[in-house]
């Protein structure tokens, strides 16, 4: 079946510009994660929906960071006046939650680069 | 959540069998062991996860101590389609949680 798809899958943009990167999870499942990656580093946990729970925001490294899913499907990260540090790799994950030992399905990430 | 420690790289050749030793001494008791594979410009990707004892799939096998406070992955006979960095965690399942991702074991494989 469809895995994670994550678009697009490179983004290059000039300082303070706005960026949205998307996610469209694995159908039917109701966890969604965000994480960042910079080149040769582990994951950066971002943010964190279940359901139809509060997010959890607590990765997000500045408030130029938000995002949002809507219709406990598909996400969308905005990074607002994007800055050189941003650049990174941005990874979406879903996972069936209560489904017990139920692993994180990946995308393949978008690769951003601030210039 | 239990912290995971792992070798930073580790170096084999084709044929060998690879062994990722991972450390968790304070893993609780509803973590599950967890692993996962990243290719360079993907993401990561489930191999094997385990309780106790050993659990073997076409991939990999995952070996873990009665005591549990530390896990091995062992990668059977590793090509060089094996070059990856494998991850380790340990994970409370079916509740809410926020996996933690360390720098991984980065595993090169020569020819």
């Known amino acids: 079946g469809a895995g994670v798809s994550q678009s697009p899958s490179n983004k290059v943009t000039e300082k303070g510009k706005d960026v949205e990167l998307r996610c469209d999870p694995i159908s039917g499942h109701t966890a969604l994660y965000w994480y960042r990656q910079s080149l040769g580093q582990g994951l950066e946990f971002l943010i964190y929906?279940?359901?139809?729970?509060?997010?959890?925001k607590s990765g997000l490294p500045s408030d130029r960071f938000s995002a949002e899913r809507t219709g406990g499907s598909v996400s969308t990260l905005t990074i607002q006046r994007t800055q050189q540090e941003d650049s990174a790799v941005y990874l979406c994950a879903s996972r069936a939650r209560g489904v017990i030992d139920s692993p994180l399905h990946f995308g393949n990430g978008t690769r951003l680069t601030v210039t | 959540l239990a912290k995971t420690t792992q070798p930073i790289s580790m170096d084999s050749y084709e044929g060998q069998e690879v062994n990722i030793t991972c450390s968790h001494n304070?893993?609780?008791?509803?973590?599950?062991i967890t692993w996962y594979q990243q290719f360079p410009s993907q993401g990561p990707r489930f191999i094997i996860q385990?309780?106790?004892t050993k659990v073997t799939n076409e991939v990999a096998s995952l070996f873990i101590p009665a005591d549990r406070k530390s896990s091995t992955l062992s990668l059977p006979r590793v090509s060089l389609s094996d070059t990856a960095v494998y991850y380790c965690?340990?994970?409370?399942?079916?509740?809410?949680?926020?996996?933690?991702f360390g720098r991984g074991t980065s595993l090169i494989v020569h020819p």
């Open positions: 965690l340990a994970l409370l399942s079916g509740g809410s949680y926020i996996p933690t």
């Open positions: 385990g309780y106790k």
């Open positions: 929906f279940q359901g139809n729970s509060a997010p959890d």
């Open positions: 304070n893993i609780a008791t509803n973590d599950y």
